[in-house]
């Protein structure tokens, strides 16, 4: 049972950039989609991006130019780097696997959802 | 960035049916995409609870079920147990923001 595991400074100082890495147990980061999404105190889920075990990426827009997600397949584990954070990035990060519908053998990007989840780590930008 | 309104609570007795309503507009549910529903527990991460609109992962109970219609979704709950006491998000693709898109949440309350 793959089982994910995020770890970082829980505390970011403003204009820094947040890092965080999602450590994948249990089974192997190939041959699959993994992703980044956050929860501000008391709000809702947001979407950050995902990355494939090849490298290829895709950014929410909202977040695209700020945000860098990279692969390390040797150590079976995924990273998240979001630049020039404000205490509006303050959130609990969470990494996922990404898992898609598939119809014939075209995976239907518009059919996506989030399986399994890490467990979650709280980020506070503050000085 | 929450396009997709659920209300914010909702609740039942021990046995009882709920159902979470999670609507959204012409660019996301109404367009088509579908919906999927999490589960978050106090404390815990989400865990995926339909996919697909109607599709239960194995090891979900079938108390719980999804169904999509025009620019809404629902999620229904039958025979309520208090440990279903949690928040429920849902989820879908939103092709004006190009992105994954989630619901406001719902809390169930088992009174």
């Known amino acids: 049972q793959v089982q994910l595991q995020e770890s970082g400074p829980g505390l970011v100082k403003p204009s820094e950039t947040l890092s965080l890495t999602c450590t994948v147990s249990g089974g192997s980061i190939s041959s699959y989609f993994w992703s980044w999404i956050r929860q501000p105190p008391g709000k809702g889920l947001e979407w950050i991006g995902y990355i494939y075990y090849s490298g290829s990426t895709d950014y929410n827009p909202s977040l695209q130019s700020r945000v860098a997600i990279s692969v390390d397949t040797s150590k079976n584990r995924f990273s998240l780097k979001l630049s020039s954070v404000t205490a509006a990035d303050t959130a609990v990060y969470y990494c996922?696997?990404?898992?898609?519908?598939?119809?014939?053998?075209?995976?239907?990007?518009?059919?996506?959802?989030?399986?399994?989840w890490g467990q979650g780590t709280l980020v506070t930008v503050s000085s | 960035q929450s396009v997709l309104t659920q209300p914010p609570s909702v609740s039942g007795a021990p046995g009882q049916r709920v159902t979470i309503s999670c609507t959204g507009s012409?660019?996301?549910?109404?367009?088509?995409?579908?919906v999927h529903w999490y589960q978050q527990l106090p404390g815990t991460a989400p865990k995926l609870l339909i996919y697909g609109n109607t599709n239960r992962p194995s090891g979900v109970p079938d108390r719980f079920s999804g169904s999509k219609s025009g620019t809404s979704a629902s999620l229904a709950i039958t025979g309520l147990q208090a440990e279903d006491e949690a928040d429920y998000c849902c989820?879908?693709?939103?092709?004006?923001?190009?992105?994954?898109?989630f619901g406001t949440g719902t809390k169930v309350t088992v009174v």
């Open positions: 012409s660019s996301n549910i109404g367009a088509g995409y579908d």
């Open positions: 996922a696997r990404v898992e898609a519908t598939v119809r014939g053998v075209i995976i239907d990007w518009s059919s996506v959802w989030f399986d399994p």
């Open positions: 989820q879908s693709y939103d092709s004006s923001l190009s992105g994954y898109v």
